[in-house]
Nanobody, 121 residues
Framework: QVQLVESGGGLVQAGASLRLSCAAS????????MGWYRQAPGKQRELVAT???????NYAESVKGRFIISKDNAKNMLYLQMNSLKPEDTAVYYC???????????????WGQGTQVTVSS
């Protein structure tokens, strides 16, 4: 029904920048919020940043001032600009969408398959 596809990950050196993208497609009536999450090896998945339909943004303390989340409503795209990357940012980054697939249906959550970000020191 709904697919989320992330792209833009890669291997970079500390201090570099990367831009992640997430394309949402399929049966989408409206999106409540979208967000980026990450999971490092041996750790639980954690929130990186979220953005609501009205543009309210929330960042994890560890990325404030370095990462910028944005969206293109017309294209159902989500972005994460990551600057001043650190080795501790190394993780698989996942896109999540909380949305409604048709009018009056309950909200559902969907996840992408993830994209690897590796930051070398």
């Amino acid at each position: 029904q709904v697919q989320l596809v992330e792209s833009g990950g890669g291997l970079v050196q500390a201090g570099a920048s990367l831009r992640l993208s997430c394309a949402a497609s399929g049966r989408i009536f409206s999106i409540n919020y979208m967000g980026w999450y990450r999971q490092a090896p041996g750790k639980q998945r954690e929130l990186v940043a979220t953005i609501t339909s009205d543009g309210s943004i929330n960042y994890a303390e560890s990325v404030k001032g370095r990462f910028i989340i944005s969206k293109d409503n017309a294209k159902n795209m989500l972005y994460l600009q990551m600057n001043s990357l650190k080795p501790e940012d190394t993780a698989v980054y996942y896109c999540k969408a909380n949305l409604i697939t048709r009018q009056l249906s309950p909200r559902s959550e969907y996840w992408g398959q993830g994209t690897q970000v590796t930051v070398s020191s």
